[in-house]
């Protein structure tokens, strides 16, 4: 079953974008325009009864080297089984093979559809729970009318450019807009397909559980709402959210978030299916008990947070205007103790990243998306040991 909602326009999308100040893709406001920004803050458990153990406070990153330099607008990083890494080209709509040893890059093929503009275009990838067996790559795209989700055969033994299949739409009718589309998808312990969607600059979607913007959906492989999601027969999983693009997973198969904030508060959070988590009503902590509390909240200016990663029992979290990388270590679904950034300013924004082991880490820069600088070689994918 495909399911289809209104999707607010691009128009009202960029008109919102200009008279609001916010963080939304890594973009703000001339920094004379906004106010200073609060300082990070974690959120400690009320209790202090958990019974399990943290990592430590402080942990590690080194650098161990690049991978790959000179890719245009990556977003999507997924590794394949056996080895290679897949990245998604927002503005390209091309879908990329990297070799990880040797950083040599081969073209799948271009994804029919893609309508890129302002923060859309061809976002996530996520591979089948099967693909061992079926070969098929998931990917999130903006199409002229909306965000979509389909899936295609990949074909190694074709020639470069020709390895992706024609694409089949297993879900679409998310708002679109110039901004806030979401976009990271990802297959969860459960081999359930999880989706982060923006609410496309119409703020009044967030709320609204009729609505696909603005939400964490739970879908079957085949894109119909999950079993045991918390609203019978729909793909919610949770609501109130401005714009999710990070999702991963804990070892007890506890999933977490980030989320852009607007002016003042980017938020990392714990997902309890059904949860309410604020937006437009509250933007980082509140006091409504009726809405889920972020575990760890940043000024936007210090975050904008994209991917995260769970690595040595710490949320790693990638941010774009924070050109930085943010450490979380947890205990349970709190926070275990301040976040901890690193690489501050060093390779520019960060765009996506992801596990590749216990103590590894692959992260992709984006600095070729409109709104970095640029430098020689960007945009790249670093292999990182972290600790």
Known sequence: MIVQRRAATAVLAAALLLTAGCSSDGAGPPEGDRTASPSTTARSSPTGQSTEQGPPAKGTVKVVRTVATGLDSPWGLAPVPGGGLLVSSRDDATITRIDEKTGRKTELGEVPGVAPEGEG????????????????????????????????????????????????????????????????????????????????????????????????????????????????????????????????????????????????????????????????????????????????????????????ALAGGSVWMAGLRGERLWRVPLKGTEAAADPQAFLEGDYGRLRTVVAAGDDRLWLATSNTDGRGDPKGGDDRILELRVT
């Open 121 to 308: 275009g061809l976002l996530g990838i996520a591979l089948s729970p099967d693909f061992a067996a079926d070969h098929m790559v998931y990917a999130y795209f903006t199409s002229a009318s909306d965000n979509r989700i389909v899936r295609m055969l990949y074909d190694a033994k074709k020639p470069a450019g020709e390895q992706l299949g024609a694409p089949d739409t297993v879900f679409k009718g998310v708002p679109k807009g110039f901004v806030h589309n979401g976009g990271r998808i990802a297959f969860g312990p459960d081999r359930m397909l999880y989706a982060g969607t923006g609410e496309s600059g119409d703020t009044g979607l967030s709320q609204d559980k009729e609505s696909l913007g603005g939400k964490i959906l739970r879908l079957t492989p085949e894109g119909e709402p999950a079993p045991g999601n918390p609203f019978p027969d729909s793909p919610v999983y949770s609501y109130g959210h401005r714009n999710v693009q990070g999702l991963a997973w804990d070892d007890e198969q506890r999933l977490f978030a980030a989320e852009f904030g607007q002016n003042t508060w980017d938020e990392l959070n714990a997902i309890k299916p059904g949860g309410n988590y604020g937006w437009p009503e509250a933007e980082g902590r509140s006091d409504d008990a009726g809405y889920h509390d972020p575990l760890a909240q940043w000024g936007t200016d210090e975050a904008s947070p994209s991917g995260i």
